[in-house]
């Protein structure tokens, strides 16, 4: 099979920026509408949470998702996780202090309150008094949301599980027993404010109870460690939050009648030029959208990675990450979230070798096209594009954490002194620095956010379906690269 090599997106860093950084820590200055779907035009949308929050990969399959699938809406994200949080706060600050400065100040239209209730259980067995203390603080946020964020929508998350499937509870009836318990109020806070509610829990468990069945030693990747998942185990997360927001799953849909020539349906897309020449079929694609790229199935992606200007690994179309595969196929994510089926009826040929822009996808019966195959699957043109609007939505998650983390915090005042290598008591000149560097880093993520739409707007491409006629042309399986489903 022939694939594609996508070229890596290498982050923009500009000099000045870096000259801003050192002068800082030397003390100097210096397709379509969205629909029904929950996300709008316009919006902005804040990822708020803990640990499983702050490893950003959930937050950018969602943002990447909204990017390929609706590529005319304007939409900005900033995600504000940090690891240890509970509803009290933690180390980044108390919790009025998180919600002003993390939240409030990004003046968002909608937030995403996930996986608060993990480090509230602290993993202990059920106890009244946390379990009190976690409830009064739940409600004091999403009390001060409203009255800080007129007319916000708020999302509340039934966190992800703590995985007691693939090993052992701790004790009896396990972590995620006692995280079952919060869920339930999360589920009650939400009914009676009407918010909508996820509950990312219950998928995980379903994916993880039928990984350990079908194979213990790759189920056991999916949440390495119990608690935070991998970049696979996080897809699980963003399909249920996608699908709780009214997501489509379709990309694009084309049928084609070979005998007549004629394009039958066409949906997400505009169908030119069909022509048969000589028994080859060819037309052009203008789609309006594109597929999802997933996240760790062609690269290495890190459970933690790293904070700071590290960019996106590239994807290697040749190779696929078993765990992601498996997890793919469990979670039935493509077909959930990723269908981009091609019909095309009627041919008189026992085998079809299929192109796009001359760039052999794989070779088809005439039986598998009348039925469908799912492009989506396929190391298309149009996914390689994808993959670079992911690696640009990482790239703007990692310069909004960058300053946040390096440049933000150490300079914030949070009441504990020599927490941070800098304070407020730091020179008036260091604060301007400080300063300084934040309107770099703002000018270099909406340059980002400009190279993410652009990336992101679809283009016209050419299809071809040539004839095997016993020609020596390998048969190619690329459909089963992406998964089972």
């Known amino acids: 099979m022939s694939t594609m090599s996508v070229a890596p997106v290498m982050p923009i860093v500009p000099m000045v920026l870096l000259a801003l950084l050192a002068l800082l820590w030397s003390g100097g200055a210096a397709c379509g509408a969205g629909g029904s779907f929950f996300i709008k035009n316009g919006d902005r949308v804040c990822f708020y949470g803990a640990s499983i929050t702050e490893q950003r990969f959930h937050a950018v399959d969602v943002e990447t998702y909204v990017l390929t699938r609706f590529p005319k809406l304007h939409v900005r994200f900033v995600n504000s996780g940090v690891g240890g949080d509970g509803v009290a706060g933690?180390?980044?600050?108390?919790?009025?202090?998180?919600?002003?400065?993390?939240?409030?100040?990004?003046?968002?239209?909608?937030?995403?309150?996930?996986?608060?209730?993990?480090?509230?259980?602290?993993?202990?067995?059920?106890?009244?008094?946390?379990?009190?203390?976690?409830?009064?603080?739940?409600?004091?946020?999403?009390r001060s949301l409203r009255a800080h964020l007129p007319g916000v929508r708020i999302v509340l998350v039934e966190p992800a599980a703590?995985?007691?499937?693939?090993?052992?509870?701790?004790?009896?009836?396990?972590?995620?027993?006692?995280?079952?318990?919060?869920?339930?109020?999360?589920?009650?806070?939400?009914?009676?404010?009407?918010l909508l509610c996820v509950n990312m829990n219950r998928p995980m468990v379903e994916v993880l109870k039928a990984a350990e069945r079908a194979d213990p030693v790759l189920a056991k990747q999916i949440i390495p460690g119990r608690l935070h998942p991998s970049a696979a185990g996080q897809l699980v997360m963003a399909q249920a939050l996608l699908k709780a927001m009214g997501a489509r799953a379709v990309v694009t849909a084309v049928t084609i009648n070979a005998?007549?020539?004629?394009?039958?349906?066409?949906?997400?897309?505009?169908?030119?030029?069909?022509?048969?020449?000589?028994?080859?079929?060819?037309?052009?694609?203008?789609?309006?959208?594109?597929?999802?790229?997933?996240?760790?199935?062609?690269?290495?992606?890190?459970?933690?990675?790293?904070?700071?200007?590290?960019?996106?690994?590239?994807?290697?179309?040749?190779?696929t990450n078993p765990v992601t595969a498996f997890t793919i196929k469990?979670?039935?994510?493509?077909?959930?979230?990723?269908?981009?089926?091609?019909?095309?009826?009627?041919?008189?040929?026992?085998?079809?070798?299929?192109?796009?822009?001359?760039?052999?996808?794989?070779?088809?019966?005439?039986?598998?096209?009348?039925?469908?195959?799912?492009?989506?699957?396929?190391?298309?043109?149009?996914?390689a594009q994808?993959?670079?609007?992911?690696?640009?939505?990482?790239?703007?998650?990692?310069?909004?954490?960058?300053?946040?983390?390096?440049?933000?915090?150490?300079?914030?005042?949070?009441?504990?002194?020599?927490?941070?290598?800098?304070?407020?008591?730091?020179?008036?000149?260091?604060?301007?620095?400080?300063?300084?560097?934040?309107?770099?880093?703002?000018?270099?993520?909406?340059?980002?956010?400009?190279?993410?739409?652009?990336?992101?707007?679809?283009?016209?491409?050419?299809?071809?379906?040539?004839?095997?006629?016993?020609a020596a042309v390998p048969r190619v399986q690329a459909q089963k690269q992406r998964g089972g489903n």
């Not at 052992?168 to 009914?191: D, E, H």
Request: proline share 8%.
């Open 259 to 319: 005998k007549t020539r004629s394009v039958s349906a066409a949906a997400h897309t505009a169908v030119s030029g069909l022509a048969d020449n000589r028994g080859v079929l060819s037309w052009r694609q203008a789609d309006r959208c594109l597929p999802m790229p997933v996240m760790s199935l062609h690269e290495n992606w890190p459970q933690f990675p790293p904070i700071g200007l590290w960019p996106a690994p590239a994807p290697d179309m040749a190779r």
């Open 162 to 194: 703590f995985d007691d499937i693939t090993h052992a509870p701790r004790f009896p009836g396990g972590v995620n027993g006692v995280l079952l318990k919060y869920c339930g109020f999360i589920r009650k806070v939400a009914a009676k404010d009407h």
């Open 90 to 142: 933690g180390w980044a600050g108390p919790i009025n202090l998180r919600l002003r400065r993390d939240v409030f100040a990004f003046k968002p239209d909608v937030v995403i309150i996930n996986d608060l209730p993990m480090n509230d259980t602290r993993y202990r067995p059920f106890n009244p008094k946390t379990y009190r203390a976690f409830c009064k603080g739940y409600v004091h946020i999403i």
């Open 330 to 383: 469990l979670s039935g994510f493509m077909h959930a979230l990723d269908r981009e089926p091609l019909r095309v009826t009627h041919l008189t040929t026992a085998e079809y070798a299929l192109r796009i822009d001359g760039k052999l996808m794989g070779t088809f019966t005439a039986a598998e096209l009348a039925h469908g195959i799912n492009l989506a699957r396929l190391p298309t043109p149009m996914l």
């Open 386 to 470: 994808a993959y670079k609007v992911m690696a640009l939505a990482w790239e703007r998650t990692q310069v909004r954490f960058t300053y946040w983390r390096q440049v933000q915090l150490p300079m914030a005042d949070i009441g504990q002194p020599g927490l941070f290598p800098l304070n407020t008591n730091s020179s008036v000149k260091a604060r301007r620095a400080v300063g300084a560097i934040g309107r770099a880093f703002n000018q270099l993520q909406t340059l980002i956010i400009r190279r993410q739409r652009m990336a992101a707007q679809p283009i016209t491409h050419r299809f071809q379906l040539v004839p095997e006629n016993g």
